[in-house]
Each structure stands twice: as C-alpha cells, then as structure tokens.
C-alpha cells in the first residue's frame, strides 16, 4: 500500500509539473524539430495553406497588405505552435505544376501569446534557443516573401477554382485529413478564368465594359458544360477553416462586382459541403 500511495504521490508530481511548465504532452521539445522546425517523430498538428493569387497585376499598397496579413508574426501566432503553413501560388504555371513554399512548422514564439504559456519555453528548454528557433522561422518567411514577389508575372488564365480542387486531391500538396485540423487561406480576387469557366464572361451584364455582377451559383450550373466539370472535379464535405482575403483589381472589374461574386463563391463551398468561408476585405487603394 505504501508503495502505491508513493507512486500516486510520484505521478501526481510529474502531471503537475508539465501544466506549471506549459508542456502538454502533445507539444514536443524545441530540440525534437528537424529542420523545417516541425517534429521529428512525425506528430501532426494543423497544416494552413495559404494560395496567392500572382495572375494580376498588384500594387504595392497590396503587396504589403498581403505580408501583413498572411507573412507577419501575428498572422503565424494565430495557429497554435507546430502548425505547419505551406504557400502555393496561382501564376502562369497550372496548379499541377506548382510546388508547395516553404512548408514548415512554426516552433514555439518564445512569447506568451493567445495560447497562453504554451508558447512559452519549458524548464526544459533555454529561453534564448526557443527565440533563436523562432527567429529563424520569421527569416525564412520573410525571404520566401521576398522571392515570391521580387518577380510575379501576370498570367493570361487564373485558374483558381483548379488550385483549390489540386490542394485536396494532389498528395504533395500534404492536405489529406491526417491533419488533426486544416484551414486554407486563399488571397486573390476572386476572379476565376479559364477556357471551361471564366468569371469575366459569366459576371458582366450586356453592354458592361468590366465585370459588374454575377449571378447565383445555381445559374452558373444550369450551363451543363459548367455543371459537369464542377461535378466530376470539385472536393466535397471536408472539415477546413477557408478564409477569403479579397483583393479589388479596380482596373479589371466594377465596384459593383464585389459582394455578388464573394455570395458565388460561397454558395459553391456550401453546396459542396464546406463549411461558409470567412471574408476579409481589403480596403479599396484606388
């Protein structure tokens, strides 16, 4: 009995001890990260892709808006620490083609954040190498930022329905339901284009000269040809956090535009069992 009551008294130190220290068992040590600062034992946490639209031209009051709101440190402090962020572009290259950007773990900030202590270093981990960790992170990011958009040329097709689609159904893209949770970000305006569906067609009224209004999704999938590929292509009932950061193209299409093409947007990913997409605004720079 004494010899149970003294393991009791053993256990209980120990649980203790991780919740004073901030280290739930699910968070691994900052020296168990390999080198894209996810750990090494394979453990998966959230992954967030984010897609850029590159196929416009952006300003660059956009540019910065967009290293704000997906590059900074508190776009990566809003997921929980190891939440694996992955960037793909939609450029000139089809979706198929496109690889996966930086695809890396963000470690522990070092700082407490929303998550509380658990940002915060152990008593097994030294402050200064936590901080050291994330600082490379933060470098990383910035320079993946920086090549993105040193060079970004437009591209005659915008095939943004194709690189969601890719994203669920293409395995290097990593999104597959292993992850415990998954969001996908997508910064872009919205503005699909292709030879099979292109907005700029479906969402101008006669004698408009931009894009100015589009109709519900249901007409859009009375055109069979529409219907049938969105049908045979399109993922369906997958639990994702989706967050639209909307970017106006002023020179493309109308002010009158936006809050029609966002409704078609959203009437696709709930009628395809997604839960609604959050909706971020950019603010107008023309």
Not at 72 to 96: A, D, N
Not at 98 to 125: H, I, Y
Not at 146 to 152: D, G, L, Y
């Amino acid at each position: 009995m004494k010899i149970f009551k003294t393991f009791l008294c053993i256990l209980l130190a120990a649980v203790l001890s991780g919740c004073l220290n901030g280290e739930p068992d699910k968070y691994p040590s900052i020296k168990e990260l390999n080198k894209q600062f996810c750990a090494k034992d394979g453990r998966r946490y959230e992954h967030t892709v984010v897609i850029l639209d590159l196929t416009s031209k952006l300003k660059k009051a956009q540019v910065d808006y967009i290293e704000e709101m997906v590059f900074s440190e508190g776009f990566f402090k809003s997921y929980q620490p190891f939440t694996k962020f992955s960037y793909v572009l939609i450029s000139e290259k089809t979706p198929q083609s496109q690889q996966p950007l930086f695809s890396k773990c963000r470690p522990k900030s070092g700082v407490r954040t929303k998550f509380d202590s658990f940002d915060l270093p152990t008593r097994k981990e030294s402050e200064l190498y936590v901080k050291r960790k994330w600082k490379g992170f933060i470098l990383e990011s910035e320079k993946v930022f920086q090549s993105i958009f040193e060079k970004s040329p437009e591209s005659d097709y915008s095939l943004i329905y194709e690189t969601v689609v890719s994203i669920f159904k293409i395995p290097k893209f990593d999104f597959a339901k292993d992850y415990p949770k998954r969001n996908l970000v997508i910064v872009s305006d919205m503005m699909q284009h292709s030879d099979r569906m292109s907005f700029y067609n479906f969402c101008r009224t006669k004698n408009s000269a931009k894009p100015d209004s589009c109709p519900a999704f249901d007409q859009l999938m009375s055109n069979s040809s529409a219907r049938d590929y969105i049908d045979s292509t399109s993922p369906s009932n997958e639990d994702v956090d989706i967050k639209i950061i909307f970017l106006n193209n002023r020179y493309e299409t109308s002010r009158s535009l936006d809050p029609s093409l966002i409704r078609l947007w959203i009437e696709y990913f709930e009628k395809a069992g997604f839960e609604t997409p959050e909706i971020e605004y950019q603010l107008d720079v023309d």
